[in-house]
């Protein structure tokens, strides 16, 4: 170098800083981008630098340049004094240069997944770039531990040189261990500072450093990440106007008011998907390690709840630990209670329950205790109407409860109406109801039982009217069930809720409220049988019959065996069936049911039929039609009447008894209509159908099918509308419409697959007999 500002190159020529560093640049065979993502140095400081417009560039910009085009230290700094020496002849008078903050802290290593979610900010900026008057923000949500920061972070340098101008950043502490959520005042006076602005400038009121702030940012693309936003009103003095510049803000509370009033673009985070979370897992513990335990790896990303900060924990206590297997730490995960304990590297920070508490401890009283409650729910997810009984709240107070819940993103509204969280959530929500529920917990348990129960009754009273003859007693105080104006929307709530019905009864039965177990087992019996839910149906009524057991109660006894033996009977294992059939007709004998007997030797009759055993089918269903006889005016038992003609024809018309089948068929279907007994009617069709096609009259046939079709499919009967198409394709046959066939013989066959039923494999030999050329 010489005192003239200019540096002496290899060959002795001297030049322009500028053009020096151009030269190397082009040396390297970098483009002033290229330089610029590897120096961090933005692509417009790099080119007044090369052009001469920059007579005192940044020390740190220089050092950056320098490290990034590979060249020692010392150049840099022989550099910088040149830049700062005298001039031997004056240099022409150069505009002082705008400050240029670079804030943003290091983005995460080792970051991996949100794809979707980055795609989704690149087009939300481009979409705003292109009509956006105003400045453009981004605001990402989600729950405590989600990963907000790091993915604000990892996007904030990817589209950092498109805003030449620098890079803010504050940490808002709205969510922070250490003390309270920073002052809009303090923060700005830190932009300012940071912008060169001498504190003697300063504005008192924070109306005047807003100002200000806006009045420098007026023409400039600067990037602005707000992390860790305690509400809207704490943001809302940080945003500049240009047009310019992109703010990014993070925050666990819900923004939409920041959407309505100033056009922010909303991301809400979820968990990380699962494929996304064993990535991370298997890039920060190391290729090696995730491969020697696979499926070590699958289970801490589920035991994690795919919750980053989780995720993040693991790895930590991994690392600590290299000759520890991942399989260790599955085991130390898999216990609910302990694993918010396992979830702790040491920081409060890095604590999964310190994380939670800062959410927690901001919730109003009524929302807290809410919070608290739904960590006794089984989930996966809840109403609102079950939240309202499981509080013993108004329905009205339980919404404004959830809101909150959701605006603090404690909770997510996975579908409209439904809300739910993820397990680590649950589980410190259950640990909250543990140190601060007493007696109403177990109360609280009662009432949501009690919800469940007699919600479960109602739907199933629209559904299949008269078909249980339980005593469930009146709802317990502040217990508000729902109730079905009609069957669509009582077939809509038992799909909506089964998985948590499910859960809803071994929580009965493992919180020692048998009666519930049992019942809420019974009173779903006809769903699961019509849904072809046969597993779910075995399992749950070997539950509700271990309940009836403790209790001693022999009509819930009798009840689980009957739901028993009709599931053995359609999943094919008859003598279990037959086991639990006769078990249940004795203990109905014994306590005098003659209504349960009745209805259980039609569950008999059924299952010699599936063993081709028609004879003995008749004379048990036959036995049934007698006991209704008995007490033709009980509402019950004409329901029992109607299945017994129905189960009659049935069986008479296999035998070859046509005109006696047809004749009960009639009686069926009349006595169906009259009382409202929509199943009833539907078979009934069926084996009118079936009985005209043995007939020979297939119009007849056809449209007693169809009859029966459209009222299983009202009714969401699985198997029996699989059955009625099956025996609609024979007709189309018959009458030569094979393309009709096929497709309803497709659809039957679809069904009977989902259900892994054997019927399924008849239906398919049909299929493939079809010729299709003759199609």
Not at 187 to 205: C, N
Not at 371 to 385: K, M, Q
Not at 630 to 658: I, K
Request: glycine share 8%.
């Amino acid at each position: 170098m010489t005192g003239s500002g200019v540096v002496m190159n290899t060959a002795g020529v001297s030049e322009p800083p500028g053009l020096w560093l151009r030269g190397r640049r082009i040396a390297a065979g970098l483009t002033q981008e290229d330089l610029a993502e590897r120096s961090g140095v933005s692509v417009r400081t790099i080119a007044d630098m090369e052009r001469g417009r920059t007579r005192r560039p940044y020390p740190s910009s220089v050092r950056a340049l320098i490290r990034a085009l590979g060249l020692p230290d010392a150049t840099g700094t022989e550099l910088v004094a040149r830049y700062r020496a005298p001039a031997d002849e004056p240099a022409p008078a150069d505009p002082a240069e705008p400050a240029v903050p670079r804030q943003l802290p290091t983005a995460v290593p080792h970051f991996a997944g949100r794809t979707s979610e980055l795609r989704l900010l690149d087009a939300m900026l481009g979409d705003a770039g292109q009509s956006s008057t105003g400045v453009v923000i981004s605001a990402i949500g989600g729950t405590a531990g989600v990963g907000k920061t790091a993915l604000a972070l990892n996007w904030a340098h990817r589209v950092a040189p498109d805003f030449p101008d620098g890079q803010l950043y504050a940490n808002l502490r709205g969510f922070d261990p250490a003390g309270s959520p920073a002052e809009p005042a303090d923060v700005l006076r830190g932009f300012l500072d940071a912008l060169q602005v001498h504190p003697e400038r300063f504005p008192a009121t924070t109306e005047g450093l807003a100002a200000l702030y806006r009045s420098l940012l007026a023409d400039a693309a600067m990037l602005v990440l707000l992390d860790n936003a305690a509400n809207v009103a704490q943001v809302r003095p940080l945003l500049p106007a240009s047009p310019r510049c992109l703010v990014i803000v993070t925050s666990r509370r819900e923004l939409s008011a920041l959407a309505a009033a100033e056009g922010a673009r909303l991301l809400s985070l979820d968990v990380l998907p699962e494929r996304e979370a064993i990535e991370l897992l298997a890039a920060r513990l190391g290729t090696d390690r995730a491969d020697a335990e696979p499926h070590a790896i699958t289970q801490l990303a589920t035991l994690c709840a795919r919750l980053p900060l989780a995720l993040s924990v693991i790895v930590a206590r991994a690392a600590a630990a290299p000759n520890l297997p991942l399989a260790a730490l599955v085991t130390e995960l898999a216990e609910l209670q302990g694993r918010l304990d396992a979830l702790d590297a040491g920081d409060p920070g890095a604590n999964v329950r310190t994380v939670f508490s800062l959410s927690y401890r901001h919730l109003p009283e009524t929302a807290a205790q809410m919070f608290r409650l739904l960590g006794l729910h089984p989930g996966p997810d809840i109403s609102a109407p079950a939240a309202a009984s499981l509080a013993g709240l108004p329905l009205a107070e339980t919404r404004a409860a959830l809101r909150d819940l959701t605006r603090a993103s404690l909770i997510i509204e996975s579908v409209p109406g439904r809300y739910g969280f993820h397990d680590l959530l649950r589980a410190y929500a259950a640990e909250q109801a543990a140190l601060r529920e007493g007696r109403e917990r177990r109360e609280a348990v009662h009432r949501m039982l009690d919800h469940y129960l007699h919600t479960a009754r109602r739907a199933h009273g629209v559904l299949y009217p008269g078909r249980q003859r339980v005593d469930f007693g009146r709802p317990r105080a502040l217990v508000t069930p729902e109730g079905f104006a009609a069957k669509p929307f009582a077939l809509a709530w038992l799909r909506a809720e089964y998985q948590v019905l499910l859960k809803i009864i071994d929580l009965a039965a493992k919180e020692g409220f048998d009666d519930y177990a049992w019942r809420l087992s019974v009173v779903l019996w006809t769903f699961f049988d019509v849904c072809g839910h046969w597993h779910d149906g075995t399992r749950m009524h070997r539950t509700a019959l271990e309940a009836a057991r403790r209790r001693g109660d022999q009509f819930g006894q009798a009840h689980a065996l009957r739901g028993l033996g009709t599931f053995e009977v359609m999943l094919g294992d008859y003598a279990q069936a037959h086991r639990c059939l006769a078990e249940a007709q004795e203990l109905f004998r014994r306590i005098g049911d003659t209504h349960g007997l009745a209805r259980t030797d039609l569950i008999m009759g059924q299952a010699f039929e599936f063993q081709g055993r028609h004879a003995e089918a008749l004379v048990v269903v036959r036995e049934a039609l007698r006991l209704s006889e008995t007490a033709q005016d009980d509402p019950y038992m004409q329901l029992v009447r109607a299945s017994a003609l129905n189960g009659s024809a049935w069986y008479s018309a296999h035998l070859g008894e046509l005109g006696q089948a047809r004749a009960h068929c009639t009686k069926a279907i009349e006595l169906c209509q009259s009382i409202g007994y929509s199943p009833g009617e539907a078979g009934t069709w069926d084996t009118l159908g079936f009985v005209w096609q043995r007939l020979g009259d297939h119009a007849e046939a056809t449209a007693c099918f169809l009859r029966a079709v459209a009222l299983e499919r009202e009714m969401g009967s699985r198997f029996n509308l699989a059955m009625a198409l099956a025996h609609l394709g024979d007709t189309h046959v018959s009458t030569g419409d094979l393309r009709a066939a096929r497709l309803v013989w497709a659809e039957a066959l679809t069904i009977l697959a989902d259900l892994h039923h054997p019927e399924a494999f008849e239906v398919r030999a049909k299929l493939e007999s079809l010729n299709p050329v003759a199609l």
